[in-house]
């Protein structure tokens, strides 16, 4: 158990002091003036619907004192700090699952529903964060004559490792017909916009965009589906669900301490991935900074989140050369295709037979790499999904993209060199997109996106 400067117990979110990345306690951050301040009574009424009687005010009923004297590994027992200069969530090391919720304002919601619905989704997250129940009672302390206040279903499980992030959409700023709905037009960072087409997107606007989004991970699904699930209930009247993604196995690496996980095509994914160690490129390459501008997002980033239908099906009949070839590397130890072992750098000038190189040109890691991409690099935090099958019997399978980065333009960079020439293109399909700026982390009794509205 550490303490930090601040008081609180748990990992700095952000996680990333150096010295300290990717640490995480077993002890749940200590309670902030937010937590003690309780939701506002908008939010008791989502979770209790018209009776408000005998809910407590309070916020975080303990619930992982069961499981910690339990059998909890320490991967599932692992909390972090809610509160901190960047929103946890982004570098610290990438869960095993994941449940991710883009929501819509309602349409008569003003601009105080929203900051109201800010600071009780961060009393909330506090609160799910340290391995607690929402509301001061819980799932089971309240009154017999009133809904819970919380739904119950994580009761008995620690923290899990839960982190909860909370990206603003373009929409938020200009809604329907351009409306400044909630006086922040003039807010808008310039580069928050809609994701340009890509040659092949054939995206579902129902699976795309959003005016908020929350991305919740944790090591146990339940964890994460119960945040997504009692965030969305405190939303109720103010704002709704829009879409929502099921992650189930992470397809990065964020930490060097982390080992390199699969995709559903076999190959490992997230060897050259930024890493939360590598301090410098999360400076220059993820973290907005003061000259960035708007200065409400200085210490935030950029989240894009693409859905990627996987042809499953098709990939399984391809040889295992040509599925070499697709992605530069081979699909045992994920070296590169120029030689070395798993983590040594691809070299893109290397020959073979007949002069050909040895990471194809349509390679997906040779157009994806920084060096190709005028320096561009993004932090990958992706998850794989299936979502059942389609009316043919093929896998509903896939990549839940996600990516951080200071500029949207990084993305937008790499993702126009691989729609155009990627042989990947050949298994995959972009169904889903969507662009969320991701404010700082809330400090202590604050609430996340304060400085939005200051
Ligand atoms: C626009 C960004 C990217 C999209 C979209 C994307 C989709 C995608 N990727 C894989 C599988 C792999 N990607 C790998 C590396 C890699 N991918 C991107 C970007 C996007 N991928 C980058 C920036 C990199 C790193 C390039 C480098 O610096 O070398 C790899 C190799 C292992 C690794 O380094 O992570 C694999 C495998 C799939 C299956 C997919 C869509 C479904
Ligand atoms: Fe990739």
Redesign the pocket.
């Known amino acids: 158990m550490s303490t930090h400067d601040d008081g609180s117990l748990g990992t700095p979110a952000g996680g990333t002091p150096a010295g300290e990345s990717g640490a995480a306690s077993d002890a749940a951050p200590g309670d902030g003036t937010a937590e003690r301040r309780g939701l506002s009574r908008r939010g008791l009424l989502g979770l209790a619907g018209a009776t408000v009687a005998g809910i407590g005010l309070g916020i975080g009923a303990d619930r992982a004192v069961i499981a910690a004297t339990g059998s909890a590994s320490s991967a599932v027992a692992r909390s972090y700090a809610f509160y901190g200069a960047h929103q946890a969530g982004i570098v610290t090391p990438a869960q095993d699952r994941l449940h991710f919720a883009a929501f819509d304002m309602a349409g008569d919601a003003t601009r105080a529903d929203l900051i109201e619905l800010l600071q009780d989704w961060t009393v909330a997250a506090a609160a799910m964060t340290a391995g607690k129940d929402v509301g001061e009672f819980g799932a089971v302390g309240g009154n017999y004559d009133a809904p819970p206040s919380d739904t119950g279903e994580a009761q008995g499980l620690p923290a899990s490792g839960l982190t909860i992030t909370f990206g603003f959409g373009p929409s938020l700023f200009r809604g329907p017909a351009d409306a400044d709905r909630f006086g922040l037009a003039g807010k808008q960072p310039p580069a928050l916009t809609r994701l340009p087409h890509f040659p092949g997107d054939m995206l579902d606007p129902a699976a795309s965009d959003g005016d908020l989004c929350i991305q919740a991970c944790a090591d146990d699904p339940q964890v994460a589906v119960h945040a997504i699930r009692n965030l969305t209930r405190i939303a109720f009247g103010r704002a709704s669900l829009r879409w929502s993604q099921l992650g189930f196995g992470r397809?990065?690496s964020t930490s060097t301490t982390q080992a390199?996980p699969r995709?559903?095509?076999g190959?490992?994914?997230?060897?050259?991935?930024v890493k939360a160690e590598e301090t410098a490129t999360v400076d220059k390459q993820i973290w907005v900074n003061a000259a960035d501008g708007p200065a409400w997002m200085s210490g935030g980033s950029y989240l894009?989140a693409?859905r990627?239908r996987?042809t499953i099906e098709t990939w399984d009949r391809t040889i295992l050369r040509e599925q070499e070839a697709v992605?530069?590397?081979t699909k045992g130890e994920?070296a590169p295709l120029s030689g070395g072992s798993e983590f040594t750098e691809?070299d893109f000038e290397a020959t073979g037979r007949a002069e050909q190189p040895l990471i194809p040109e349509t390679a997906?890691?040779r157009l994806?790499?920084?060096s190709k991409n005028g320096g561009a690099?993004?932090l990958?935090r992706?998850y794989n999904f299936v979502d059942g099958n389609d009316e043919l019997g093929r896998l509903n399978a896939?990549?839940f993209?996600l990516?951080y980065q200071r500029s949207p333009e990084q993305?937008i960079t790499?993702?126009s060199q691989?729609a155009k020439n990627d042989a990947?293109n050949e298994y995959?399909r972009?169904v889903g997109s969507a662009l969320f700026a991701v404010p700082p982390g809330a400090g202590q009794g604050g609430y996340v996106g304060e400085a939005l509205f200051a």
């Open positions: 397809t990065s390199t995709n559903l095509f190959f490992k994914d997230g060897t050259a991935n894009v693409r990627i996987m992605i530069g590397r994920g691809p997906h890691v994806s790499h920084p690099a993004m990958r992706g896939g990549l993209f990516s993305f790499v993702q691989l990947l995959i972009h």
